[in-house]
Structures are given as C-alpha cells and as structure tokens.
C-alpha cells in the first residue's frame, strides 16, 4: 500500500478480526472471502503456508496470517475465513484470518504512518503493517497488500507445477504422506469432513480457462429477509453496524430513521417493499450497505453482508424463481452462491425507481467521508 493512496484519496477496506485485534486490507486487492477449506500442503514451502487449494480450476496459495505476523500458531477452526487477495499479476493468495467483519472507507485524515519504535527492527509484523486507521475509538491496523503478496510469489511458479497434478475431477492428487503432512491433523472427523466438502465445493463451479479474458464482477451477498442477494460494489461506499436510529415522524415506512455516521446525517431506507418481499413494519435489519446513488448517500438496512466475491459476469445464472414472490424488475441474474443462488439486484433501480427516494430527501443525506 503506497502512501500515494492514503494522500488526498478515501480508501475503502475490508476489516478482519484476528487473534482479538483488527486488521484492514484494501478492497481492490479483495478477489473472495471464503470458509476455510480443507488444504494441500506443498513440499518445502514456508513454515506460515499451510497449503493451498483449487478455487474454480484456479491454485491459491494460503498464508496463516497468524504466523506471518510473527504471532503464535493457533489451531484452525471451521470458523475460520480465508481473504483471497489479487495481485498485479493475477496470482491468488489466501490469508486465515478469524472473522470478517465489514468494509469501511476512511478519509485521508484518518489514518496515520504506525508509530516508530526507534529500533532498526521492532519484529515481524511490522513488516507488514503500512498504516494505522482511527475508527471512532477504535484503531485499524492497515497491513500493507503488497508485502504479503510479494513474500509469496516466489511459491506461485512451484505452485504452477502442482498445477499439472490436477486429476480429473480437478481435485489435487494425493503426495505420501511420509513427505507432506495431512492439513489441520488436529480436526474431529466432522470438522475435517466440513472441510473436504468446502474444498470439493469450491472446484465444482467450473475451471478459470472456461472463464478468463471476460467481465469480473465484484459483489457482495446479502440477507434480507430470509432471502440472498448479491449487489455490485459500484455504487456501495461502505458495510457497517446499524447503530441507535433516530425515528423520524410522518415518514413513509421505508424510511427506517436517520442515523449520525462520522458527523454526517444519514437517511436509513428499507428497500423491501420495492422488492415485493413481506415487509411488517419497519425493518430492524442490524447491518447498513452505504450506498452512493445520483449523488445522494443513503443507508440500506439488511440483515447481514455475508460474503464479497469476484465472479466472472458469465457465470450469472438464470432467475431459477423470484424470491417469495417479489418482483424481477431489479433483478438481472442469479449468482451462484455454495448450494443456492443469489439473485443480482440493481440496487440503483431500486432506489431511482422503487421509491425508495419518496421521503428520504426531506430527512437528508450526508456526504460520508
């Protein structure tokens, strides 16, 4: 992360969890985030790669963020995500991290150079650590995307030979185990089979050949209701919690309330109703998607953001059904999401069209820095 991008620029970025504190990567460099699938360990590789696996006919190589911040091994849990990061030259690496929690956009006078220890070296994670953020009270550790990915790239030629193993079925072949060790030998039966089965699911969806040269899209996939969504991040400015809303009086009841978000008013709106999905009262969805659209910034309730993906545009799916009834109008595909579908919706058709813009320019839109 060059300090260019922190100067005069907001920068946009996923935050993490791990081992208790809170990570950030830049969005643009975010190609998945995924459950932890089960691994296959390469042959002299360093001691924080714990393997890697097939993502679509594609090889990532996995780092355990953990042990490449110089912090102690901790042991993998079905809970654990994996951040896939892109580099400039499309190679895909795959950080473990604890959980992921939200996309943030932080303005340049936000974030800060990390304190200087006055000594030549003050340990391995300062290596990789390029700034610091201020979230409220809060601080973000902003972990600089091109260190971590340059320490791997070395592993990426090797790893173009365990490319030509791929059997068949696209899944890796097995080496002795006298050689290399199985991944995450401490799992129960059921964890380890959890495993196996993200890692068959991941190489079912079809090869990267089949898709390359063509439109990537970058979505997010979405709770609302008990239905999913997926939403493109073009116009999204942020993810964050919903937090103490204001109610605001003779409003229709697609306008949640208003909420303060770094100084700025922002209009809380329920998008459900143009959806056609069952709306009963005012929605108490516990996430916001900011959202950018013909210059207004607003705040969209949903229940939970579950995943950014990277997906080539021909794998958009037919509508297999319009969700419990609703509307198709903003709708233009389905993305394939584990074993369901998640429908891609227009979300500025929705808020131009759905009137969802009834009402909430009289409560006011920040400019969310």
Request: include cysteine; glycine fraction near 8%; charged fraction near 25%.
């Amino acid at each position: 992360m060059e300090n260019s991008e922190t100067q005069g620029e907001q920068l946009s970025c996923l935050l993490f969890e791990l081992a208790g504190a809170r990570y950030a990567v830049p969005v643009a460099r975010v190609f998945e985030i995924l459950w932890l699938p089960e691994l296959t360990p390469v042959a002299q590789a360093p001691f924080d790669t714990p393997g890697i696996f097939n993502l679509r006919g594609r090889i990532v190589t996995v780092v355990d963020l953990n042990l490449r911040l110089g912090y102690r091994a901790a042991r993998y849990q079905t809970t654990n995500r994996v951040v896939v990061l892109i580099d400039d030259e499309e190679n895909l690496t795959g950080i473990i991290v604890d959980a992921v929690r939200e996309v943030r956009t932080f303005a340049p006078e936000q974030i800060s150079d990390p304190p200087e220890y006055g000594m030549e070296s003050s340990g391995r994670a300062s290596l990789y650590i390029s700034h610091v953020a201020r979230l409220g009270d809060e601080l973000i550790t902003l972990l600089d995307e091109d260190r971590l990915l340059r320490y791997t790239q070395g592993l990426h030629e090797q790893i173009l030979e365990v490319n030509a193993s791929l059997g068949e079925s696209g899944e890796l072949e097995s080496v002795p185990s006298r050689e290399i060790p199985i991944f995450c030998p401490e799992a129960t039966p059921a964890e380890r089979e959890i495993f196996q089965k993200r890692a068959k699911a991941l190489l079912r969806a079809g090869t990267a050949d089949e898709h390359s040269g063509g439109e990537l899209l970058q979505v997010a996939i979405l709770s609302l209701g008990r239905e999913l969504f997926a939403i493109e991040l073009d116009h999204v400015v942020e993810f964050t919690d919903v937090k103490s809303p204001t109610l605001v009086p003779c409003t229709p009841n697609h306008i949640v309330g208003c909420m303060n978000l770094r100084g700025e008013i922002l209009t809380l709106v329920d998008i459900r109703g143009a959806l056609n999905l069952t709306a009963p009262g005012r929605s108490r969805g516990s996430k916001l998607v900011i959202a950018r659209i013909a210059e207004m910034v607003l705040g969209v309730v949903v229940d939970e953001v579950l995943d950014i993906l990277s997906i080539p545009a021909d794998r958009l799916q037919e509508i297999p059904s319009t969700p419990s009834g609703g509307s198709r109008k903003f709708l233009r595909g389905a993305v394939p999401y584990g074993e369901r579908f998640a429908p891609l919706m227009d979300l500025a058709g929705v808020i131009l069209e759905g009137g969802i813009l009834t009402g909430a320019q009289n409560v006011g839109s920040g400019s969310v820095k």
